[in-house]
């Protein structure tokens, strides 16, 4: 696979950097420190940090948006009157962070595409092995995947693919999927309950500054 430009994004570009190239036969990546780079793909940013792999999906800007939506709902909770103390300021610094850093998690996950864990084939070799071959991606897909024509890859275990996150939800990031979702209505049941079981009482805490005052 050769390197590409954004502008083309061509179906086969599905490049990563050198810790996680395809080895051998069997399709296995290197799991061994490699040196930080970028590349791509399919359509999906890879950044890979001292061995730490992050995927970029292309709909990252609706990510950002998500980001944005659930830094302001927290900043929103702790500034407004709900917040009568200390401690309930920490609570709802708590469940935006926990909320915020379960959603980064699941938004850099490998969404599990294939071409990182099967070596690619050319398609006279298919009809030797067991599963559907993609002819975009040059892999024989497991069963329950599906090539997705946003991310331009084929993803295992594919569920959907989720603007918010940027990417699809695959193998690779269900269980975080869930997590986030979990850890999000979970703030959000927190900050209403607060909301409809506020005892009214003022504290010096939102009665010596105006809503806001507390983050500047």
């Known amino acids: 696979a050769l390197p590409i430009s954004l502008p083309h994004w061509p179906a086969m570009a599905y490049i990563t950097s050198e810790k996680n190239a395809l080895v051998g036969a069997q399709g296995q990546k290197d799991d061994s420190p490699g040196p930080c780079g970028a590349s791509w793909l399919g359509r999906v940013l890879v950044i890979d940090c001292c061995g730490y792999p992050s995927y970029i999906g292309p709909h990252w800007w609706c990510s950002v948006i998500m980001f944005l939506f659930i830094l302001g709902?927290?900043?929103?909770?702790?500034?407004?009157?709900?917040?009568?103390?200390?401690?309930?300021?920490?609570?709802?610094?708590?469940?935006?962070?926990?909320s915020l850093l379960t959603f980064v998690r699941c938004f850099l996950a490998d969404p599990g595409?294939?071409?990182?864990?099967?070596?690619?084939?050319?398609?006279?070799?298919?009809?030797?092995?067991r599963g559907q071959y993609c002819s975009k991606c040059c892999v024989v897909q497991p069963a329950g995947s599906l090539h997705c024509d946003f991310c331009d890859i084929c993803?295992?275990?594919?569920?959907?693919?989720?603007?918010?996150?940027?990417?699809?939800?695959?193998?690779?990031?269900?269980?975080?999927?869930?997590?986030?979702?979990?850890?999000?209505?979970?703030?959000?049941?927190y900050i209403f309950l607060k909301a409809m079981f506020m005892t009214g009482e003022e504290t010096p805490l939102t009665t010596a500054a105006p809503a806001g005052a507390v983050f500047g």
């Open 73 to 98: 709902v927290g900043w929103f909770h702790c500034s407004s009157v709900v917040v009568q103390s200390p401690v309930d300021l920490a609570g709802g610094i708590a469940v935006t962070a926990l």
């Open 113 to 129: 595409a294939v071409q990182l864990r099967r070596a690619s084939i050319p398609p006279e070799a298919a009809a030797s092995h």
């Open 155 to 189: 993803i295992e275990g594919y569920d959907h693919h989720c603007p918010w996150m940027g990417k699809c939800i695959g193998a690779g990031n269900l269980c975080d999927f869930y997590t986030f979702l979990t850890a999000g209505f979970g703030s959000l049941a």
